[in-house]
């Protein structure tokens, strides 16, 4: 089965500086997809950014960007020039794709919450 | 483009009280999917669907049931309500297919409150 670790509950950063976010997942699949959706005080729980385990490029978003290190089973998320509005909960997440009889669904870690500070 | 919409966004519920929790897409999405959140934790998987009449347990199915009789809508049943099942639940939608269609991430809805007393 998979695990999803996210080894800081809570974490703290000034407006504009830059914050790094760690997730470690146990998996024996080959190819998988993991995300990071943020989670606000509205509670909706919104897409951050994808990849794809048979992407070796990392992917970036704007100012989200994550360093994935497949040997390490490492997927982090840095935050560039943090906003306010980046305060809330991040959850990484782990999916088996839909082909070779998976549901599809995501398994997720117990979050962080992030607070950014003026 | 409404997305996922889940009702009621709110409810208190009395122990052994039934009540449904209702969930719609208008993105023709085939698969469906039921979480929960319990306080300090990530969504666990309750139910999903791969399509109408097509239903499956996830990881904490007991006490709860589900159907899917249409594409569109993917409602959730607590039977004998238990303050275990205190918790905010989400409704979320994919889709699978084939090609640069498939394996496409999630879309949820604003989730439920739902509070057992």
């Known amino acids: 089965a998979q695990t999803v670790t996210q080894s800081q509950p809570e974490m703290s950063v000034q407006e504009a500086e830059t914050v790094t976010l760690s997730c470690t997942y146990d998996?024996?699949?080959?190819?998988?997809?993991l995300f990071w959706y943020k989670q606000p005080p509205s509670r909706q729980m919104i897409l951050v950014i994808r990849?794809?385990?048979?992407?070796?490029q990392n992917a970036t978003e704007n100012r989200f960007s994550v360093n994935f290190q497949k040997a390490a089973k490492s997927f982090s998320l840095k935050i560039s020039d943090s906003q306010l509005g980046d305060t809330a909960m991040y959850f990484c997440a782990f999916m088996k794709p839909f082909y070779g009889g998976s549901q599809g669904n995501l398994i997720f870690g117990k979050g962080t919450k992030l607070s950014v500070k003026p | 483009n409404a997305g996922v919409t889940q009702t009621p966004k709110f409810r208190i519920l009395k122990i052994g009280q039934s009540m449904t929790l209702q969930c719609t897409q208008d993105m023709n999405h085939n698969y469906m999917y039921w979480y929960r959140q319990d306080p300090g934790m990530g969504l666990k998987l309750i139910y999903y669907?791969?399509?109408?009449?097509?239903?499956d347990k996830g990881e904490v199915p007991n006490g709860y049931n589900v159907s899917r009789s249409t594409t569109e809508d993917f409602p959730l049943r607590l039977e004998l309500a238990a303050p275990s099942q205190t918790s905010v639940y989400f409704c979320?939608?994919?889709?699978?297919?084939?090609?640069?269609?498939?394996?496409?991430?999630?879309?949820f809805g604003d989730g439920t409150r739902l509070s057992i007393l």
């Open positions: 990849q794809e385990a048979y992407k070796q």
């Open positions: 979320a939608s994919s889709y699978a297919g084939q090609g640069e269609y498939s394996n496409q991430p999630q879309h």
């Open positions: 998996t024996s699949e080959n190819n998988y997809y």
């Open positions: 669907s791969v399509g109408a009449g097509i239903t």
